[in-house]
């Protein structure tokens, strides 16, 4: 089996690998806390289960989506908004797991990003075909914060792109354990997922979960020394 990307990717901790200024691929981060993710991962969704969001132009996403934490990401027919309740429900999301709460803590350090505290949790879901097309994160409160994702299952083509929707977008590859921090000027970069190919991960099947932590209050918090307009 050639599997192209992934061939000289190796399933241990590696040294941080820059993507850009901002932008930090932490190859194997995650893979000591893998199996516990995906535990809770299913906590999360038998109360708050995953379901396909529409756009606000009619179209069905292809990624299955959840969150957990106290705010989550929405999307229907009037916009794409953070809220406290799932619509599904009309509860609020899940409490954020502790083990998913110290993993964007750590992972945003070793990033340059002390003290990162998400107030949400979007995960998503993939199987073979999902995709994710070309957008920006730009529905959170403050872009100061970092975004941290967390990749598990079976692997994706992530593409990189620029500040614009046309610019060329670099692949990146995807496995299990790896997470990537995007803060700086990373942070309002154009990116997506390839269609996924079909594959198998010991712990998730034909899946790829993908968590991404947030922070996304709209109430600034204590105004930090570096970066920003003085
Ligand atoms: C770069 N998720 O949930 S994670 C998303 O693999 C999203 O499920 C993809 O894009 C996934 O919004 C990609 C990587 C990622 C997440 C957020 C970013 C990259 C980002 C925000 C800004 C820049
Ligand atoms: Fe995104």
């Known amino acids: 089996m050639n599997l192209g990307l992934f061939d000289e990717l190796p399933a241990t901790p590696q040294a941080p690998e820059w993507l850009e200024s901002g932008a930090v691929v932490l190859r194997g981060f995650a893979l000591a806390q893998a199996a516990q993710l ?28 959840t969150n957990c934490g106290p705010l989550g990401w929405i999307s229907d027919r009037s916009g794409y908004r953070y809220g406290p309740t799932d619509p599904l429900t009309g509860e609020r999301w899940p409490p954020m797991p502790e083990v998913f709460h110290a993993l964007a803590r750590e992972a945003a350090g070793a990033a340059g990003y002390p003290g990162f505290a998400p107030d949400a949790c979007l995960i998503n879901r993939y199987s073979p075909g999902t995709r994710l097309s070309l957008h920006q994160d730009r529905d959170e ?15 994706a083509v992530f593409l990189w792109g620029g500040a614009q929707r046309t610019d060329k977008a670099r692949r990146v590859g995807l496995l299990h354990g790896d997470v990537v921090v995007w803060g700086g000027p990373a942070r309002l970069r154009f990116h997506g997922v390839l269609p996924l190919a079909e594959a198998a991960h010991a712990l998730t099947g034909a899946q790829r979960i993908n968590l991404t932590f947030r922070r996304a209050r709209q109430e600034p918090g204590p105004v930090s020394s570096a970066g920003g307009a003085a």
């Open 38 to 65: 995906l535990q809770a991962v299913e906590a999360v969704a038998a109360r708050a289960p995953f379901r396909h969001l529409v756009t606000p132009g009619g179209k069905r996403m292809s990624v299955a989506m």
């Open 141 to 155: 409160g403050n872009y100061d914060h970092p975004i941290v994702s967390v990749s598990l299952g079976i692997p």
